[in-house]
């Protein structure tokens, strides 16, 4: 399964979750299957989600926050898993599309072909973490989006990116605002 | 009252009520008093520019978050700061040391500490040095600044003000 029919499915299947998207194409494919004022697209600070979601769940444990993540990010700020599983945040999800590449400058290779990220955020304290085969991924996500959290859910996508994806059109300071007002509503 | 307590006191006052970071000797009497009550709820972060992601994700959520660091942890927060802080127009209080004043220090911290001001300058963040004569008169002012252009400041903290255990 290509990344941006998962992120499709991830879409199709989120409520009233509060969406952190990561950078690259992760964040301008949640925008182009299901724009909300509810999805904060973080287009820069490549390695930040996975921060930006602990902020969010810490400061609003009455909300269910969901961070779409890629491998290349989860590598960048490893440690953060930590955070998360210390924080003991049981309203924050994270979802990994694994394609053992940096999709998003050219398909480069990262280093998950032997790394499994699930194990290292079971090892950093996290709740619940688990490989899913992208062919259950549609059944498997409402049960975790229930999950008590921190819960990681991994699916290995095929690498390359589908055309018609669009870039974020909102300035990112709309981005912000309106992330903001969905929160406080 | 110790410099510590009525740091925190000024902060308070200015409606601060997220706090992270990652500390440094020049801090130790902040974060001690955050290590020892919980009210604070500070989170100890594991880098410094988390600690920004940290606070953008509280900031949106509706607090007013401050983040202490050691100034050496600039160096990891530029892209955070531009990317993220910046760009998304998030108003931020940095409570930053100055390790490396007047070249006095470990040879770590020497040039850093002569850049740091130029590093908010090139950056376009306004900065001030905190002063133990005018804590509750710098806190504010820099609130101010930060709250009205919508960007991080730096609240930069000599050796002596904040150290102390006490």
Not at chain 1, 1 to 27: F, H, P, T, W, Y
Not at chain 2, 51 to 75: H, T
Request: charged share 20%; aromatic share 6%.
């Amino acid at each position: 399964m290509r990344r941006a029919e998962a992120v499709k499915l991830i879409m199709q299947s989120v409520r009233d979750e509060l969406v952190v998207a990561c950078n690259g194409m992760i964040g301008r494919e949640v925008f182009t299957h299901r724009d909300r004022a509810a999805n904060f697209y973080m287009i820069g600070s490549m390695g930040l989600a996975l921060s930006i979601g602990i902020g969010v769940a810490l400061s609003r444990r009455d909300k269910s926050v969901l961070v779409i993540d890629g491998d290349g990010n989860v590598l960048m700020s490893a440690g953060v898993l930590a955070s998360a599983a210390a924080a003991d945040l049981d309203n924050l999800r994270h979802i990994v599309l694994d394609n053992e590449a940096h999709g998003s400058t050219g398909g480069q290779r990262t280093i998950t072909q032997s790394v499994a990220l699930e194990k290292v955020a079971r090892a950093s304290g996290y709740r619940y973490a688990a490989r899913v085969p992208t062919a259950d991924l549609a059944d498997a996500l409402p049960g975790f989006l229930k999950q008590r959290g921190p819960a990681m859910l991994l699916a290995k996508v095929e690498k390359g990116n589908v055309p018609g994806i669009a870039r974020v059109s909102h300035t990112p300071p709309e981005i912000a605002r309106r992330f903001s007002s969905s929160i406080r509503a | 009252m110790p410099q510590s307590a009525r740091f925190l006191s000024a902060l308070e006052h200015e409606g601060y009520d997220f706090f992270t970071g990652v500390p440094c000797s020049l801090l130790k009497g902040v974060i001690r008093r955050f290590d020892d009550e919980p009210r604070w709820g500070y989170l100890s972060a594991v880098r410094e520019d988390s600690a920004l992601g940290i606070a953008a994700g509280a900031y949106m959520a509706g607090k007013k978050p401050a983040v202490f660091l050691q100034n050496s942890g600039l160096g990891v927060c530029l892209n955070a700061l531009i990317s993220l802080n910046v760009l998304y127009e998030i108003p931020l209080l940095l409570v930053t040391s100055w390790r490396g004043k007047d070249g006095k220090d470990a040879p770590e911290h020497i040039l850093m500490g002569e850049i740091m001001t130029g590093y908010f300058d090139q950056i376009k963040l306004p900065w001030r040095v905190l002063s133990a004569h005018s804590i509750e008169k710098d806190v504010a002012a820099l609130s101010e600044t930060i709250a009205s252009w919508r960007v991080p400041g730096a609240l930069i903290v000599p050796k002596g003000i904040l150290d102390a255990s006490g």
